[in-house]
């Protein structure tokens, strides 16, 4: 009762009290305090830990703990159950009022950041994007669905398990650049080959960052990776016509609907005299004398009208030289069907061809 009337001398509501657990956890129930002073030793069955477990479990209110005892084992017990701090008997009230202050502030801050961590789960949850999260030591402490079904796996098989555990690529890739992350705080474009679950492998793109408590230690990772399996086949399949195209001896030009030139091979280097750096981006008229560019235009259109070309043509080398090829022509598409340019096949047959003649039909 005194220190009833002393809570309220400053300035609290006592909307209620209790002598057994039971009995304060009914109450709790009905009255919904913003904080609860525990005696550890109470009547009845439970004592003042017990009945704070079952409170826990029930409500979200802090909980500050009034004791007499000082022994080490039931001082470890009552941490247990995470309390906002501790008045000891006798209490003193110069310091109740602070304490009490104190526990409602920091609770007030652990629901901020409950509700903030709840809405990163939701959100995280959601992203369409796959997400991870590792500790320190590379084991994986969280996935989104999105990972999860990226791969294959149910959650029970993901988390806790290292992370170097689901690559395919050597697991010492992983193993010698985790250091540099947590070194860094961030990786962009990092790229792995994964294992899903049925055997099958997926390339993907890794970007992180790392999150720090207030003095700075390590708490989590934070990364999202994409699927860019396609794009690894498409680069590779690009790379190989690439080599072939390179390696062609006859010239390989492509130039786009206006006559700029986009692709030119070594063959064209070596027969033309123009390098790479030169000619990307020249018009076409630069190898095809005489030919000015209103004729180029309808010889564009005359391409697109018929789709391919066949024949003889005269052309002219970097050094005025002339010389005559035969030419083979067709129209380029996109991906969706347009006609993005012409890609021409030219073979010099100069030696050949005593008296050169030109082709054109218009």
């Known amino acids: 009762m005194d220190l009833k009337n002393t809570l309220r001398m400053l300035g609290f509501d006592v909307v209620s009290t209790a002598s057994m657990g039971k009995d304060a956890i009914k109450k709790i129930g009905k009255t919904n305090p913003d904080l609860i002073l525990m005696d550890i ?4 069955e439970l004592d003042g830990i017990e009945t704070v477990e079952i409170i826990k479990k029930q409500f979200d209110i802090p909980v500050i703990y009034l004791t007499a005892h000082s022994d080490e084992k039931t001082f470890e017990r009552a941490k247990l159950t995470e309390p906002y701090g501790f008045i000891t008997k ?3 009230y110069d310091g109740l009022k602070s304490t ?32 991870q999260s590792l500790n320190e030591s590379g084991h994986i402490i969280e996935v989104n669905q999105a990972w999860l079904d990226s791969l294959g796996y149910s959650r029970d098989e993901v988390i806790g398990k290292w992370f170097g555990d689901f690559l395919k690529t050597p697991a010492r890739k992983f193993r010698e650049n985790f250091p540099k992350f947590k070194a860094k705080g961030e990786i962009r474009n990092i790229e792995f080959e994964m294992k899903c679950s049925d055997g099958s492998t997926i390339d993907v793109e890794f970007n992180g960052r790392i999150s720090y408590d207030e003095k700075g230690h390590f708490q989590r990772t934070h990364c999202i990776f994409q699927d860019i399996t396609e794009r690894k086949k498409m680069e590779k399949k690009l790379q190989f016509q690439a080599n072939i195209l390179k390696n062609v001896r006859d010239c390989i030009v492509v130039y ?7 692709y030119w091979n070594e063959g064209a280097e070596k ?14 008229e630069k190898i095809y004398p005489d030919k000015n560019s209103n004729q ?16 003889k043509m005269e052309c002219k080398r970097k050094d005025g030289s002339k010389l005559v090829v035969t030419i083979r022509e067709a129209l380029m598409h996109d991906a969706n069907g347009n006609i993005t340019g012409i890609i021409g096949i030219f073979h010099d047959i100069t030696e050949n061809f005593e008296k050169p003649y030109v082709f054109w039909f218009f």
Do not use: C, W
Request: glycine residues 10%.
């Open 41 to 44: 030793t109470l009547k009845g």
């Open 296 to 311: 180029l235009k309808h010889y564009i259109e005359l391409m697109i009208e018929l789709e391919e070309y066949n024949g």
């Open 271 to 284: 027969v033309y005299g123009y390098s790479k750096e030169e000619i990307i981006g020249q018009s076409v």
């Open 100 to 131: 009490i202050e104190m526990g409602i502030y920091k609770h007030g801050l652990d629901k901020k950041s409950k509700e903030r961590e709840k809405k990163f789960q939701l959100l995280y949850q959601d992203a369409p994007l796959p997400y």
């Open 90 to 92: 006798p209490i003193n």
């Open 256 to 262: 786009d609907l206006q006559g700029k030139i986009i």
